[in-house]
């Protein structure tokens, strides 16, 4: 993986005070944070002895971050649904970069894309009713500045997706 040997902490910032506080260690990759609707739980990508894998710790950093997958591969880029019943990432635990979903106690993972594409980023819409998503060819690894991307929009009614965009560059 290109993040192998990345660090990076994770800080929160209370507007209010001004006060900056660390959330995770020095030693470890940690990116790509987001906020539980109900702003007590951050959820974010962790590098692990060189596994990725998506990682949860209350904002107010009291208790341990809970490891919430453990699949080989890369796990990346979690968001929670605006009711907070699930959290979307993507990981290649299949073999190719699809997007999966959870319980935000890391249960009931479950893979939702199969199409043949590397899909990442899943975004949901504030209606809870759509992910948003990239999309490249099956054998591009990472998100590369010089392949063909597609923003895609799968319903989570019908399950049907549509491409919102296609352009080159990651």
């Known amino acids: 993986s290109a993040l ?65 997958t453990n699949a080989p591969g890369l796990d990346d880029g979690p968001d929670y649904t605006p009711d ?3 959290i979307y990432w993507n990981s290649e635990r299949t073999g190719h970069m ?3 979903r959870m319980r935000p106690d890391g249960s009931a993972q479950e893979q939702v894309t ?13 209606d809870g009713k759509w992910i948003v ?10 998100h590369p500045e010089n392949k063909d991307v597609m923003l895609r929009l799968l319903s989570l009614e019908t399950k049907r997706i549509e491409v919102l965009a296609k352009l080159f560059g990651g």
């Open 4 to 68: 192998q040997g990345a660090v990076g902490d994770l800080w929160l910032l209370n507007l209010e005070t001004q006060q900056l506080d660390n959330l995770t260690s020095d030693e470890f990759a940690d990116y790509a944070p987001m906020f539980s609707p109900d702003g007590k739980y951050v959820v974010y990508t962790g590098g692990r002895g060189g596994e990725y894998d998506i990682y949860r710790m209350t904002v107010d950093g009291s208790g341990q971050e809970v490891r919430l």
């Open 84 to 86: 907070g019943r699930f």
């Open 98 to 100: 699809q997007i999966w």
């Open 114 to 126: 199969n199409d043949g594409y590397a899909d990442w980023c899943p975004h949901p819409s504030p």
């Open 133 to 142: 998503f990239l999309s490249y060819e099956t054998d591009v690894k990472g």
